[in-house]
């Protein structure tokens, strides 16, 4: 089986990843927009293009019957999520297969196994998966109150649907739970429509490292290596990511490795996928699986020579990895910036307005994932990625100059970006060192507007 036509349900940068990964293979692609997004890249790019709605997401990227009514209209054989919006939505997939249209992405079952993060964890620890100690879902903020006694201050109380640093709080000691209980659960309605929690024993200044994998339908699963994401935000998403990761053994990356692949068999899974870890010392701890393609999957690409998202496409028709795990090797390194409509001096908040000056770098082992240009104005309704900038070299050192480098070259005007944060953090010492932990760019962030 092949797909003659693939509507993509997304926008910005990632739409226009996969139209190109479809036009390479021999596919035709089926934009969706809002209307404010009228004039963004992904739509110019695919071969037809349907608006589906007003500005806000849920009226339009959210937008399940405008969507799937897209899809019928167009004749697309599937639909590829991409990452945020529907791209983990269980009910998506099945709706999808009930109107005869593939989901490009694993089963609906695995959808949901994963993306009920307390489920996730009770099956990867019947996989024997090392998770970090903690508790169910709470019933009330009594409940986590005692939990906390028993787990030990500090604790992590997180989304049971949660996903991108949403409904996740730390709390210190005791005085601060009830609030930090009240918000998370609040946060958690408000962006996952489930207020459920749960809470972890707080892992002490660790490293975010993930490990990318594809499994097909005939039961072929491998790893396409680790990233580390450790630098990220007050929020906890991410802002730099790279891969290999740096400062780590060859025995903890040889167990990452292993034990990513065995939790993926466990849950029988297909298409791309990403397990996610702490990793404290000798401690390695699964945190939860992410069932789509990452916004840092260039970094995978770029080492290891694989096309994700065509792997994805082709496993959802049906066809096999066409490789093996001996046939995947590490070559080099690669670094990728996110580049945000975002003021880091203000606590990373959006910006939205119309990019005046839009100029990105080029040469040997240089990377842009992009959906803008000068004259496009940023709508207030989205995730704020504007750009992802992606370098390699032959070594850590090479890739981080190549990315200074790259930094300097680039001008995006008209809005407030991390470009400069971006660009400080490359002559960081403690960066170039390597083996920074997920505390380090708030810090850093703060330092570095605070001598601004």
Known sequence: MSFRKILIANR???AVRVNRAAHELGIETVAIFSEVDRGSLHVRYADEAYCVGPGPAARSYLNIPNIISAGLISHADAIHPGYGFLAENARFAEICADHGIAFIGPTPKVIQQMGDKAAAKAIMSAARVPTIPGTDILDSAADAMRAANQLGYPVMLKAAAGGGGKGMREVRGPEDLAHAFATA???AEVNFKDGRLYMEKLVARPRHVEVQVLGDRFGDVVHVGERDCSVQKPSHQKLI???PAPALSERIRARLHKVAVSAARAVAYTSAGTLEFLVSGDDVYFMEMNTRIQ????????????DLVKAQIRIAAGERLGFNQSQLHAHGHAIECRINAEEPGAGFVPAAGTLTDVAFPGGLGVRVDSHVYAGLA???YYDSLLAKLVVTG?????????????LRETRVSGVHTTLDLCRAIMNDEAFRAGGVSVEYLPSFAATTAAAT
């Open 185 to 187: 659960q609040s946060e």
């Open 241 to 243: 990511e790279e891969a």
């Open 378 to 380: 940023i709508p207030p």
């Open 394 to 406: 032959s070594s850590r050192n090479e890739a981080i100059d190549r990315m200074a480098n790259a």
């Open 12 to 14: 910005g940068e990632i």
């Open 295 to 306: 916004v840092e999957h260039p970094i995978s690409e770029a080492v290891y020579g694989v």
